[in-house]
């Protein structure tokens, strides 16, 4: 026998199914060969497969299992010991590796299972954040569309455009099928259609405000859904075969201009609303978005706003007009006024002036009669009629003055008087009329009035004569009394004058004139009457009828502007009637007392050609020849000894240092004022320089200034009479200054 | 006539003169300035005013001649024209000046025309007036009086 190493098959062979089994074998060795190498092409073409070693492990676990069918083959037919070492090595190999793969797949199912799940999980996202891209953009869009809208209303400031474009523009952006837009009546009980999209001429179609459904639609500011059968949404024949389309109702607020308050927004009951309709097209199935509502709630808000400021913009152009109106009519009114106040100054001024040409002659005739032989008793009757001529004078001057008073261009004068005086001249004036009557006169100065004062004499002495004229006038018999005295600051807290607070100081003091009569009295009721210009008590009318009832509306100007007080008391009719009066004058020191201004009052001393004046050298400048003639036969009579000059170069040619007083006209033509620049450049020493005075007929106001300007040391006024001429030098000579009132 | 006569005839003329507002207070001042010194100031005055006003006048009128009136210098004449009357106290020529400014100073030639007849219409009164008055004053001195310096209005 022989020993061989074969090894014989455990079963006897059976052939066939050998056979088959070897043809297995061998098909599933070439599979398990194939599949590895199909899984390395694979993978090389995806990148991302994270477990290559499993593959590797999977490939290797193949090929050996591979290995173990190949070498399987061997063993159906007898076959030597090497091939049974391959193949239980083969097997071992195999076995190993089988089981570190089952081992590894536990491991990894878990985690291929889980990336299932998160891809799950990440489409899911994916199709979330789409829907929400979705809804942004539709949002973002209705955004666009509301400033296009709102864009659209408020670039018009026509009421009509920015309905008609509110509705135009909501029909396109919502695809709607009809639009409208019912606004209130004026009685506010209707709503009337007055603005649909489609229809051109809405008819007058009314319906009444108070129904349910439009007070719940304007109870709330949100867009309500209403019925199709409703009045308002009934806005066109009903054309669809199905339904017809969802109906939304607005409120649009119509704000008036007294809704606004300055920080908030009008917050109020009971206001006036439009009802905005709009209706979806009928068998479209198309509901209503929340978006569109709330694009259309905001387009409502944004109209009530356009027709708000369209509202305000037609309000102020209404009122611009009227503006305007007025001022036209202001204007011409004032224009008239300012006629009427020329008018009326210019025939005053006339007036005026014709009243003036017969006083001078009067006061001229006068003072000539003074210059001739009288009798005492002739010269006081002469001097009487001078004085009362002057205050006449200043009389006439004072009816031009009452425009000026109530024009409130009156200025006082403040000079030194004797106020004793003027008591005196007042009391004298009216001793006559008072005598005449048999009425007695019993004044009363007090001791501690002062002889002197401060203040504008004339006005003062018209006011008392008033006064006192006023007291003589309505007496018909008993006393008058008058007393005078300085008023104490504890006699001003009177009940009676509870405006006036006066404030004594060390340069002033308070003269309180009382004038008590016995005469007619006055109703209490009509005092206040008293000082109003021109109107006449009427019970006093039949006996008086030459009083104009200027009077006392002048002193009482007269004496407001000397800052004081004036009042009248009187128990009634037939009780008699007491005037006072407070005015605040100047204290005047004894150094005061010489420095005497120039008044027109009669100087004392009727002597021909005074000699004081004797060799004054004089210049007259004034171009026009008989004036010049006239001035200088005026001073030659007076002792001057004058050169005349018909210019101011003649005049600058002859002045000298010698000469004391120089006269020049200063109207227009001639350059007085010029020439008083250039003597005051030619004479810088002050004592080398003659005075300039002005010697003019010229009465305007402006000259004096000019005057004064121009360095002036005087003005006076032509015509200019003997005396007063003399006057005039005596006080140029004396002050060295002289001011005229124009 | 005898110097008594005279002097009343004096006053009976001058009288008037004043009462119809040919003169004013003026013209009694330039008889005050008259005396031993100056005799003849009255007349020397007048004279010139005549001799002033004329030419005066007769820049008026060419003046008020021309197509196109320089109304500055119209203005101007008159100005001139009543300062001088109103020194002498010729009333009446001076408050047809005053009328005349106002005329100027609207440039109106035709009222200006008619003022300038006015002017010389009161200067023609005034002018012959005074004339007359100094006859009788020549006459008085001649017969050797003196002319009254007082004028009594009592009578």
């Given at each position: 026998m022989?020993f061989c190493?074969?090894?014989?098959?455990?079963?006897?062979?059976?052939?066939?199914?050998?056979?088959?089994?070897?043809?297995?074998?061998?098909?599933?060795?070439?599979?398990?060969?194939?599949?590895?190498?199909?899984?390395?092409?694979?993978?090389?073409?995806?990148?991302?497969?994270?477990?290559?070693?499993?593959l590797?492990?999977?490939?290797?676990?193949?090929?050996?299992?591979?290995a173990?069918h190949?070498?399987?083959?061997?063993?159906?037919?007898?076959?030597?010991r090497t091939?049974?070492i391959v193949?239980?090595?083969?097997?071992?190999?195999t076995a190993?590796?089988?089981?570190?793969?089952?081992?590894?797949?536990?491991?990894?199912?878990p985690?291929?299972?889980?990336?299932?799940?998160?891809?799950?999980?990440?489409?899911?996202?994916?199709?979330?954040?789409?829907?929400?891209?979705?809804?942004i953009?539709?949002?973002?869009?209705?955004?666009?569309?509301?400033r296009?809208?709102t864009?659209?209303?408020?670039?018009?400031?026509?009421?009509?455009?920015?309905?008609?474009?509110?509705?135009?523009?909501?029909?396109?952006?919502?695809?709607?099928?009809?639009?409208?837009?019912?606004?209130?009546t004026?009685?506010?009980?209707?709503?009337?259609?007055?603005?649909?999209?489609?229809?051109?001429?809405?008819?007058?179609?009314?319906?009444?405000?108070?129904?349910?459904?439009?007070?719940q639609?304007f109870?709330s500011?949100k867009?309500?859904?209403?019925?199709?059968?409703?009045?308002?949404?009934?806005?066109?024949?009903?054309?669809?075969?199905?339904?017809p389309?969802?109906?939304?109702?607005?409120?649009?607020?119509?704000?008036?201009?007294?809704n606004?308050?300055?920080?908030?927004?009008?917050?109020?009951?009971?206001?006036?609303?439009?009802l905005?309709?709009?209706m979806?097209?009928?068998?479209?199935?198309?509901?209503?978005?929340?978006?569109?509502l709330?694009?259309?709630?905001?387009?409502?808000?944004?109209?009530?706003?356009a027709?708000?400021?369209?509202?305000?913009?037609e309000?102020?152009?209404?009122?611009r007009?009227?503006?305007?109106?007025?001022?036209?009519?202001?204007?011409?009114a004032r224009?008239?006024?300012?006629?009427a106040?020329?008018?009326?100054?210019?025939?005053?001024?006339?007036?005026n002036?014709?009243?003036r040409?017969?006083m001078?002659?009067?006061?001229?005739?006068?003072?000539?009669?003074?210059?001739t032989?009288?009798t005492?008793?002739?010269?006081?009757?002469?001097?009487?009629?001078?004085?009362?001529s002057?205050l006449?004078?200043t009389?006439?001057?004072?009816v031009?003055?009452?425009?000026?008073?109530?024009?409130?261009?009156?200025?006082?004068?403040?000079?030194?008087?004797?106020?004793?005086?003027?008591?005196?001249?007042?009391?004298?004036?009216?001793?006559?009329?008072?005598?005449?009557?048999?009425?007695?006169?019993?004044?009363?100065l007090?001791?501690?009035?002062?002889?002197?004062?401060?203040?504008?004499?004339n006005?003062?002495m018209?006011?008392?004569?008033?006064?006192?004229?006023?007291?003589v006038k309505?007496?018909?018999?008993?006393?008058?009394?008058?007393?005078?005295?300085?008023?104490?600051?504890e006699?001003?807290?009177d009940a009676r004058?509870?405006?006036?607070l006066?404030?004594?100081?060390?340069?002033?003091?308070?003269?309180?004139?009382?004038?008590?009569?016995s005469?007619?009295?006055?109703n209490?009721?009509d005092i206040?009457?008293?000082?109003?210009?021109?109107?006449?008590?009427?019970?006093?009318?039949?006996?008086?009828?030459?009083?104009?009832?200027?009077?006392?509306?002048?002193?009482?100007?007269?004496?407001?502007?000397?800052?004081g007080?004036?009042?009248?008391?009187?128990?009634g009719?037939?009780?008699g009637?007491?005037?006072t009066?407070?005015v605040?004058?100047?204290?005047?020191?004894?150094?005061?007392?010489?420095?005497?201004?120039?008044?027109?009052?009669?100087?004392?001393n009727?002597?021909?050609?005074?000699t004081?004046?004797?060799?004054?050298?004089?210049?007259?400048?004034?171009?026009?020849?008989?004036?010049?003639?006239?001035?200088?036969?005026l001073?030659?009579?007076?002792?001057?000894?004058?050169?005349?000059a018909?210019?101011?170069?003649?005049?600058l040619?002859?002045?000298?240092v010698?000469?004391?007083v120089?006269?020049?006209?200063?109207?227009?033509?001639?350059?007085?004022?010029?020439?008083a620049?250039?003597l005051?450049?030619?004479?810088?020493?002050?004592q080398d320089?003659?005075?300039?005075?002005?010697?003019?007929?010229?009465?305007?106001?402006?000259?004096?200034?000019?005057?004064?300007?121009?360095?002036?040391?005087?003005?006076?006024?032509?015509p200019?009479s003997?005396?007063?001429?003399?006057?005039?030098?005596?006080?140029?000579?004396?002050?060295?200054?002289?001011?005229?009132?124009? | 006539?005898?110097?008594?006569?005279?002097?009343?005839?004096?006053?009976?003329?001058?009288?008037?003169?004043?009462?119809e507002?040919?003169?004013?207070?003026?013209?009694?001042?330039?008889q005050?300035?008259?005396?031993?010194?100056?005799?003849?100031?009255?007349?020397?005055v007048?004279s010139?005013?005549?001799?002033?006003?004329?030419?005066?006048?007769?820049?008026?009128?060419?003046?008020?001649?021309?197509?196109?009136?320089?109304?500055?210098?119209?203005?101007a004449?008159?100005?001139?024209l009543?300062?001088?009357s109103?020194?002498?106290?010729?009333?009446?020529?001076?408050?047809?000046?005053?009328?005349?400014?106002?005329?100027?100073?609207?440039?109106?030639?035709?009222?200006?025309?008619?003022?300038?007849?006015?002017?010389?219409q009161?200067?023609?009164?005034?002018k012959?007036?005074?004339?007359?008055?100094?006859?009788?004053?020549?006459?008085?001195v001649?017969?050797g009086?003196?002319?009254?310096?007082?004028?009594?209005?009592?009578?």
């Open positions: 022989e190493n074969c090894i014989d098959p455990q079963m006897p062979a059976d052939d066939l199914l050998v056979k088959y089994q070897y043809i297995s074998d061998f098909f599933i060795a070439l599979a398990y060969f194939s599949i590895p190498l199909e899984l390395i092409y694979f993978v090389k073409k995806s990148a991302v497969f994270p477990y290559k070693w499993v590797v492990q999977f490939g290797a676990f193949i090929v050996l299992c591979g173990t190949l070498i399987n083959l061997w063993t159906f037919v007898i076959h030597s091939v049974a193949m239980t090595t083969a097997k071992v190999l190993v590796v089988s089981c570190a793969t089952a081992l590894m797949l536990v491991h990894i199912i985690d291929l299972l889980s990336v299932k799940t998160r891809e799950l999980f990440l489409k899911n996202k994916a199709a979330e954040l789409d829907r929400e891209m979705g809804l953009r539709t949002q973002e869009e209705t955004g666009r569309h509301v296009m809208l864009h659209e209303i408020r670039s018009t400031l026509h009421r009509h455009t920015i309905l008609k474009t509110t509705l135009v523009e909501l029909g396109r952006t919502l695809g709607l099928e009809e639009c409208a837009l019912w606004m209130p004026r009685t506010g009980l209707e709503l009337q259609l007055s603005y649909t999209l489609r229809q051109q001429n809405p008819v007058g179609y009314t319906v009444p405000i108070h129904l349910p459904v439009i007070d639609v109870s500011n867009a309500v859904t209403i019925s199709h059968n409703c009045p308002v949404a009934r806005l066109r024949p009903y054309a669809g075969k199905y339904m389309g969802s109906v939304v109702a607005v409120r649009v607020p119509l704000l008036d201009l007294s606004f308050q300055i920080y908030d927004w009008p917050e109020v009951s009971t206001r006036n609303y439009a905005m309709v709009l979806l097209p009928s068998d479209s199935a198309r509901q209503w978005h929340v978006h569109e709330e694009l259309v709630e905001v387009v409502a808000d944004q109209v009530a706003v027709l708000s400021h369209a509202a305000i913009l309000e102020s152009m209404r009122a007009d009227q503006l305007m109106e007025q001022n036209v009519a202001l204007d011409l224009r008239e006024a300012e006629t106040i020329r008018a009326r100054n210019d025939f005053l001024a006339v007036m002036h014709e009243m040409t017969p001078h002659a009067v006061i001229a005739l006068s003072s000539l009669l003074q210059e032989d009288l005492a008793e002739q010269r006081l009757m002469v001097e009487t009629i001078l004085k009362s002057n006449l004078a009389l006439i001057n004072d031009l003055d009452l425009s000026r008073l109530e024009d409130g261009s009156l200025q006082l004068e403040a000079t030194t008087f004797n106020l004793h005086s003027l008591f005196r001249e007042v009391l004298n004036l009216i001793k006559p009329v008072a005598s005449v009557k048999k009425l007695s006169l019993t004044p009363h007090a001791s501690d009035l002062p002889m002197y004062a401060i203040g504008d004499e006005r003062l018209q006011t008392i004569l008033n006064v006192v004229g006023n007291a309505f007496s018909k018999e008993g006393c008058i009394s008058i007393t005078a005295f300085v008023a104490k600051p006699s001003f807290r004058i509870p405006d006036f006066p404030v004594p100081s060390d340069s002033h003091f308070y003269l309180r004139v009382q004038v008590k009569d005469g007619s009295g006055i209490p009721q206040p009457k008293l000082f109003t210009k021109f109107a006449q008590n009427q019970s006093l009318t039949t006996r008086n009828p030459a009083g104009s009832g200027l009077g006392l509306a002048i002193c009482r100007r007269f004496v407001n502007l000397m800052e007080h004036i009042w009248i008391e009187s128990e009719i037939g009780k009637c007491t005037a009066f407070i605040k004058l100047g204290i005047a020191d004894r150094s005061n007392e010489l420095k005497l201004p120039f008044v027109p009052k009669v100087p004392g009727p002597v021909h050609g005074c004081h004046f004797a060799g004054l050298k004089v210049l007259v400048m004034d171009d026009n020849g008989v004036s010049r003639t006239v001035t200088k036969g001073l030659m009579h007076l002792g001057c000894d004058v050169t005349t018909s210019s101011s170069e003649e005049c040619g002859v002045v000298s010698e000469h004391e120089v006269f020049m006209e200063v109207c227009t033509g001639l350059d007085g004022y010029e020439l620049v250039r005051h450049e030619k004479f810088t020493k002050h320089r003659p005075l300039m005075v002005a010697l003019t007929g010229n009465t305007k106001r402006v000259t004096k200034e000019n005057c004064m300007r121009v360095g002036m040391d005087g003005l006076i006024l032509k200019i003997v005396d007063k001429m003399r006057g005039v030098l005596s006080e140029l000579l004396e002050r060295r200054v002289l001011f005229e009132t124009v | 006539m005898d110097v008594g006569q005279m002097q009343r005839q004096w006053i009976d003329y001058t009288k008037p003169l004043f009462f507002g040919f003169l004013d207070g003026q013209f009694l001042q330039l005050q300035l008259q005396d031993e010194n100056n005799p003849d100031f009255v007349v020397e007048v010139l005013f005549f001799e002033d006003s004329e030419r005066l006048l007769k820049d008026l009128t060419f003046a008020l001649d021309q197509n196109v009136v320089d109304f500055k210098k119209v203005d004449h008159v100005h001139q009543k300062g001088s109103s020194s002498i106290g010729a009333q009446r020529v001076k408050n047809a000046c005053i009328a005349f400014r106002n005329f100027c100073e609207e440039q109106n030639t035709d009222a200006c025309l008619r003022c300038l007849q006015q002017v010389k009161e200067y023609c009164l005034v012959n007036k005074l004339e007359t008055l100094f006859r009788i004053e020549q006459q008085i001649a017969a009086g003196s002319i009254p310096t007082e004028l009594s209005f009592s009578g």
